[in-house]
């Protein structure tokens, strides 16, 4: 049983930063692309940052470069999204995935899913 548990979400002031983290059991975390994606309310799930299995391939939405990024650290199974200068417009549940092949920006790519974690920034 695949499980991927999102943990460091919560309440910030705008201009600060959170760092999430999502802990997979997966007996081989090391052969998968991972994502994180966020949906506010009433809005679609959105891309917003992907790594490949070895760390070489990064991807971020446009939205989030250079203030959010995105690693992994294979020997504990977990995944981190930095985010720095955080703004309102980035409020949303922050979820991440896991996808046995290829990631990238399409969450049809991906094969497992956590429950999400809420980041609330205000302003």
């Known amino acids: 049983q695949v499980q991927l548990v999102e943990s460091g979400g919560g309440l910030v002031q705008a201009g600060g930063d959170l760092r999430l983290a999502c802990a997979a059991s997966?007996?081989?975390?090391?052969?998968?692309?991972m994502g994180w994606f966020r949906q506010a309310p009433g809005q679609e799930r959105e891309f917003v940052a992907g790594?490949?299995?070895?760390?070489?391939?990064?991807i971020y939405a446009d939205s989030v470069k250079g203030r959010f990024t995105i690693s992994r650290d294979n020997a504990k199974n977990t995944v981190y999204l930095q985010m720095n200068s955080l703004t309102p417009e980035d409020t949303a549940g922050y979820y991440c995935?896991?996808?046995?092949?290829?990631?990238?920006?399409?969450?049809?790519?991906?094969?497992?899913w956590g429950q999400g974690t809420q980041v609330t920034v205000s302003s």
């Open positions: 790594i490949n299995w070895s760390g070489s391939t990064i």
């Open positions: 997966i007996r081989t975390f090391g052969l998968y692309s």
């Open positions: 995935a896991a996808a046995r092949g290829y990631g990238g920006t399409d969450p049809w790519n991906y094969d497992y």
